[in-house]
């Protein structure tokens, strides 16, 4: 479902990716881990090209595109593929939670408004909240906020979609909600890529596991080859904080 080949990435003369080759299978659940600065963030916006990568390809399903001859039109089909969930929710302030799903259905996918109202209900229910379809955001809890997010990006039925720290921002007391919330996405068939520092979440999550330092992925495997048996000293160090 997604194929990176060879992505590079400089910021001025900073190398931030260096060579990330990355396959993810249709329904597969991949988590990426590593410490702060080590290009995780920068690889996922490279993806659908929020960041435009230096060189390198990306494939997404059947859409491939090279990073040194993108057109707008291959960026605008990439990037259609994908779903994302920032760290910071990216609500719009003044729209109302329906709204804010909605909102990609009408004015991206040009669906009428009753059937994007509909889709959104739906989808809303699935993240639990039916009850607040008329708030606006700052009048959710920084949990609920982000399941809009999450409501938000599965609304436009991405065959990707990509998590940067989707817990990062929230009180300690608000992650649980949102970790449950990304775990029934992940059952139900949808192919993800997630960065995360909840390390027991993505052991119990991932179907794969990528650690990356330094622009580099130093080592990947399943939960139980990372966490039971790490061959770098880099991950073992890093994955020691989880015991
Ligand atoms: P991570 O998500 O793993 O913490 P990032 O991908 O955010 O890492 O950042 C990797 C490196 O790239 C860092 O040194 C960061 O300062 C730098 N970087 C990230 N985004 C930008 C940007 N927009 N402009 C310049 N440098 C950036
Ligand atoms: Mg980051």
């Known amino acids: 479902m997604i194929k990176l080949e060879n992505i590079h990435k400089y910021y001025d003369k900073q190398h931030v990716l260096k060579g990330i080759n990355l396959t993810v299978d249709k329904g597969e659940v991949v988590s990426i881990l590593g410490p702060s600065g080590s290009g995780k963030s920068t690889l996922l916006r490279c993806i659908n090209f929020l960041e435009q990568p230096t060189s390198g390809t990306v494939e997404i399903s059947d859409k491939r595109v090279d990073a040194e001859s993108a057109s707008k039109a291959d960026i605008i089909s990439l990037r259609s593929s994908t779903g994302m969930v920032f760290q910071q929710y990216n609500l719009f302030k003044n729209f109302t939670v329906l709204q804010n799903v909605m909102v990609g259905l009408t004015s991206v996918k040009r ?94 999550i991932s179907d794969r596991i990528i650690f990356m330092e330094d622009g580099v992925i130093i080592e990947e495997g399943t939960a139980e080859q990372i966490f039971n048996h790490p061959k770098a000293e880099r991950t073992k160090q890093f994955i020691s904080r989880a015991i």
Do not use: C, W
């Open 111 to 204: 669906i009428n408004k009753v059937e994007a109202q509909k889709k959104s209900m739906e989808i809303l229910e699935r993240v639990g909240l039916t009850n607040r379809l008329s708030h606006y955001p700052a009048q959710l809890s920084g949990g609920q906020q982000q399941r809009v997010g999450i409501a938000r990006a599965l609304a436009l039925n991405p065959e990707v979609l990509l998590f940067d720290e989707p817990t990062s921002s929230l009180d300690p007391e608000l992650v649980d909600e949102v970790l449950a919330t990304i775990k029934k996405v992940a059952t139900e068939g949808n192919t993800m890529l997630i960065v995360t520092h909840e390390l027991n979440f993505a052991r119990e």
